[in-house]
Structure formats: C-alpha cells, structure tokens
C-alpha cells in the first residue's frame, strides 16, 4: 500500500498540497468584509475559468452543497408555470429529469438509451411542436464519459426562444464551455470534479439579464432558490445563509492555480494525461464504451473484459491504493471507470498501468484455473471466450 489512495475517480481528487494549506486558513465572518472579498474573487476567478469576453453581464453564485445543489437550484428557480424539456442519455440526465419533475409542472423529457448521441433532428421536430421555455441538458455525459453538444442544442434554444442550461458538474475545469457563443444562461458544477478542490461547495455561473429573472418566479425551496442566492450576491456580496467558510478558501485557491497555469494549458494537460491512460490501456487488450471521438477528457469508461467482475478488480486495485470507479444503472457490472482529475502524476498514470496490468493477468489467470487445470501464459492477457460456464461467486 502506499501512504494515500490514487484517485482514478471523476471525483473526489486527490488536492494539491495549496489547497491543504488554504483551508487551514484563519477563522473568518461570513458577515465581514473578508468573506465579501473572498467571494468576489472565487466570482471573478470562475468569470475567467469561463473565459468570458462580456465580463460585466454575468455573475456567480457559489451554494453550499454537491454538485446536485447547484443543479436543483437551477431546476427550482429558472422554469417557474413554463415547460422545460430535459435532453437525457444517462444517469445524470436522469436525474435532472427526476429533480425537474419534484419542482415544474410543465416538465418534458427527450430520453435516448444510455451512452447514446441526441438526435438533432429529433430535438428540433420536438421543439417545433410545442411550446418550451428552458431546455436543460448535462454536458459531460458522466455514466458513460459521452460529451454532449452545447453548440448545437444552444442554437435550437435561441431558434425557439428557449432558455439554455447546462449540468457542466463534470466538465467544468477541465473543457471549453462558452457560455456565449453557446447561448447558455446558466451553468453548474461542482468544486470537487475538474475544478480540483475539496467536495462541498457548488456554484451557478449565468447571465445576469436571467438571473434578474428569477425573482418573477416562486421557486417552492429556501435553500436552493436561486434568486435569493442572486439578491444577496447583488446587496451584499455575500450568501444568504451560512458557507462552508474553509471550502471557500479551498476553492478559491483551486481556481487561482487553474488561471495561474492558464486555462487552456491545463484543459490540453488533462487531455495528455486522459490520452496517456487510453493508449496504456488499449495495449492492455480493453476496449472503450464509445469512441474516443465523443469522450470528454477527464475519464475513460472501460468495458470489463470477460472471466473478470469489476468488483474483483476494483478490489485488487484497492490493495495496490487504486480507487477507480464502477459502472452504474445499465453499465452495472459492464463497465469501470478510469478519472484523471486532481493531483495525479505522470508516474501515477504509469504506476496504475502496471498495477492494472498485474490485476488483470492475476484475475484471468485465476479464472482460466477454474475452467481448465491448463493455466493461461504467463505475462499474455487471454480473454476467455466463455466466461459463462462459472458463476460469479466463484471466482471472489
Ligand atoms: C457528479 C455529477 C453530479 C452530481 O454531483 P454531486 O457533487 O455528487 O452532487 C451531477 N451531474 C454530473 C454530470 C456529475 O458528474
């Protein structure tokens, strides 16, 4: 074991050493001056991580709370008695879907099998015949690792003169998002996904001619109603009920480091490390869920090859210090899941490579023993073409 977990997850992350120093920061007042300061600049820093041109007509809010905060905030507060149509192709659109449903009447739902592109066309005859206000969709598929097009889907909302929002929890930090060429009025996510921080804060980038909207709906929630988080950012620069105070500073030094390493400089050393990874495991015989063309940068969705249970695997990664993560709804079992986020080194990526390696030659080898006393080659990856003829069980 090593003295840490490697987090080969789509978060949390391993922290960069900063980040533990800025969250042992000095106890301060969320009703003082130096929270306003730090909140200004957490919002100053996500207007540039977003590379806003027209700086001055957006804002931030920053929640306390998971990345599904900031989502169900979005889906509380923006559709008020409108309809809003959620574009689904996985579990977190599923999920935006089930939230929209708790808080708008009027809600509609474009659903295509997990892993899946939209059909374009599809959306637009469904635009055409009725009458939608707000049109949300993940950006970064996480379930299945697919990005989805923002370009396109924001040009059919303008066309309709819909709203566009956007679930960025997994891509934000870490892929261009451009809120204006893309017509996005409002974007989530998360501290503890790309952006590289601790779990526990969210936020809400958008425009500010939409956040002025808000206040014309009744969101049916306290905590997470947008407009208020928007009223006390206007009038006070502050949140409307207690932050999680050491996040903020955590988070405000994860985006200082971002924009010190300049923002496109480390979306392409995401994406290195992201083709690092795929190209060690290509040579290991895995293949992906879907093509490497439609994946976002911060993780690899794997299929598990046959004769191995992701838990067996997951389990002897754990003893190496691997974490990585499982398939979940219809990828259960089907599927695990590479991260590379946070704070991990190229000698990381090649240290997981070997471990993977050792996993799999240990599991196959294991599983070629209970099928027939011949033993598989050492050192060679064999895929057993029968990996039905034993039960699961057996193999743990
Ligand atoms: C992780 C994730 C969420 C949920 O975020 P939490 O921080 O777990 O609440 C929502 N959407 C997407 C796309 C995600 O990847």
Redesign the pocket.
């Known amino acids: 074991m090593l003295d840490k977990y490697l987090l080969f997850t ?2 949390p992350v391993n922290v960069a050493e900063t980040l533990r120093d800025a969250i042992s920061n000095k106890d301060i007042c969320h009703r003082e001056p130096d929270f306003d300061a730090l909140l200004g600049s957490i919002e100053n820093k996500l207007i540039s991580l977003f590379q806003i041109r027209n700086r001055a007509r957006y804002r931030a809010v920053v929640i306390t709370g ?4 900031a ?1 169900e905030a979005i889906l509380s507060s923006v559709v008020g008695k409108g309809a809003i149509l959620i574009l689904s192709n996985g579990e ?1 659109g599923g ?1 935006l879907h089930k939230t929209s449903n708790i808080h708008n009447k009027r809600t509609h739902l474009i659903e295509v099998p997990w892993g899946t592109p939209f059909d374009l066309n599809q959306i637009e005859l469904y635009l055409a015949a009725h009458q939608i206000d707000v049109i949300a969709m ?1 950006h ?3 379930c299945s690792g697919m990005l989805n097009p923002l370009a396109q889907i924001g040009a059919l909302a303008k066309a309709n003169g819909a709203l566009f929002v956007v ?1 960025g ?2 891509s934000v930090g870490a892929e261009v998002i451009d809120m204006e060429a893309c017509n996005i009025a409002f974007v989530s996510s ?1 501290s ?2 790309a952006i590289g921080s601790y ?1 526990g804060l ?1 936020f809400v980038v958008g425009r500010k001619k939409y956040f002025k909207q808000l206040k014309h709906h009744a969101a049916k929630t306290t905590y997470l109603n947008l407009a208020t988080f928007y009223a006390f950012l206007k009038d006070h620069g502050q949140t409307p009920n207690t932050p999680a105070v050491p996040l903020f500073f955590a988070l405000e030094q994860a985006l200082a480091d971002i924009l010190r390493e300049g923002v496109i400089k480390r979306y392409a050393r995401i994406k290195a490390r992201a083709e690092l990874l795929r190209v060690g495991m290509r040579r290991l015989n895995l293949e992906f869920l879907i093509d490497e063309a439609d994946m976002c940068s911060i993780l690899t969705t794997v299929l598990v090859p046959p004769s191995i249970s992701v838990r067996n695997l997951r389990a002897r990664l754990r003893e190496k210090s691997i974490i990585v993560y499982e398939g979940k709804g219809c990828f259960a079992g089907k599927v695990f899941q590479v991260g590379n986020i946070g704070e991990l080194s190229d000698y990381d990526i090649r240290f997981f490579l070997t471990a993977l390696k050792d996993v799999l030659l240990t599991l196959q080898a294991e599983a070629a023993e209970l099928v027939s006393p011949v033993k598989s080659k050492a050192g060679r990856l064999v895929m057993l073409p029968t990996p039905d003829r034993f039960p699961a069980k057996v193999v743990s």
Not at 66 to 69: E, R
């Open positions: 789509p978060g998971s990345g599904t905060a989502n977190f999920r993940v970064h598929e996480t679930d929890v997994s998360s503890s996904k779990p969210s």
